[in-house]
T-cell receptor
Framework: SQQGEEDPQALSIQEGENATMNCSYKTSINNLQWYRQNSGRGLVHLILIRSNEREKHSGRLRVTLDTSKKSSSLLITASRAADTASYFC??????????FGKGNQVVVIP | DAMVIQNPRYQVTQFGKPVTLSCSQTLNHNVMYWYQQKSSQAPKLLFHYYDKDFNNEADTPDNFQSRRPNTSFCFLDIRSPGLGDTAMYLCATLRDPLNEQYFGPGTRLTVT
C-alpha cells in the first residue's frame, strides 16, 4: 500500500488566521481525501479531490492537487477554535481502500 | 440519526485473551472497514467487507479476524492479543460507488 504523507510540523495559529498543510504520496491515485480527527475520536470526511481535478473548495476549505508532483495541500481560511484537530490526507489506491498519511496537528488559539 | 456505532468505547484485555470489538451501522452501506490506529500514527486499513465478500490487506496479521453476519454489523476478533495490539480500532462504512467513508468513534483497546 502507499501512504500519503503530510509535512510533519504541527501548526499553532491564532483564531482568524489561515492554516495550510501539505501532503505527498508515492504512486498513482484515483482520488485524494482529507479527514479531520478530534482528539480520541473517529475521523470526519472533509473534502475529496479527484485525480483529474486541480483545485476544489468547500466552505472555508480549499484543497489543491498536483499529480505531477504527487502532492496536495489543504487550506483552512479564517480558522476557528473548533478547527483544532488532527488533519489527515488519504489516498484511494483502488477499490475505495484508503492509505492515510501521518496527520498534521492544528491548534487554533482563541 | 443514521450513524456508525462502536462498542465498547474502551476495552482492556489481558495478553493472549481473545477479544471482540463490535461495529454497527444504520446507514445501510454495503462496505465496512476496520482500521487500526496506534498512538500518534495514521489509521491503517486491516480489512474490509464489500457486501459479504471479505478482503484482507496483505500485511494484516493472522491474529486479526472479522465477521459480518449481516449488513448492519461487523466484528473484529483478535484471537491472541499482544501488547503491540494496543491501539484505537476504527470502523468505517461506505456506500459504493460514492467515495466518502463514515467513521465510528472508535474503540480504544489496551492489552496488559
Amino acid at each position: 500500500s502507499q501512504q500519503g504523507e503530510e509535512d510533519p510540523q504541527a501548526l499553532s495559529i491564532q483564531e482568524g488566521e489561515n492554516a495550510t498543510m501539505n501532503c505527498s504520496y508515492k504512486t498513482s491515485i484515483n482520488n485524494l481525501q482529507w479527514y479531520r480527527q478530534n482528539s480520541g475520536r473517529g475521523l470526519v470526511h472533509l473534502i475529496l479531490i479527484r485525480s483529474n481535478e486541480r483545485e476544489k473548495h468547500s466552505g472555508r476549505l480549499r484543497v489543491t492537487l498536483d499529480t505531477s508532483k504527487k502532492s496536495s495541500s489543504l487550506l483552512i481560511t479564517a480558522s476557528r477554535a473548533a478547527d483544532t484537530a488532527s488533519y489527515f490526507c488519504a489516498t484511494d489506491y483502488g477499490n475505495n481502500r484508503l492509505a492515510f498519511g501521518k496527520g498534521n496537528q492544528v491548534v487554533v488559539i482563541p | 440519526d443514521a450513524m456508525v456505532i462502536q462498542n465498547p468505547r474502551y476495552q482492556v484485555t489481558q495478553f493472549g485473551k481473545p477479544v471482540t470489538l463490535s461495529c454497527s451501522q444504520t446507514l445501510n452501506h454495503n462496505v465496512m472497514y476496520w482500521y487500526q490506529q496506534k498512538s500518534s500514527q495514521a489509521p491503517k486499513l486491516l480489512f474490509h467487507y464489500y457486501d459479504k465478500d471479505f478482503n484482507n490487506e496483505a500485511d494484516t496479521p493472522d491474529n486479526f479476524q472479522s465477521r459480518r453476519p449481516n449488513t448492519s454489523f461487523c466484528f473484529l476478533d483478535i484471537r491472541s492479543p499482544g501488547l503491540g495490539d494496543t491501539a484505537m480500532y476504527l470502523c468505517a462504512t461506505l456506500r459504493d460507488p460514492l467515495n466518502e467513508q463514515y467513521f465510528g468513534p472508535g474503540t480504544r483497546l489496551t492489552v496488559t
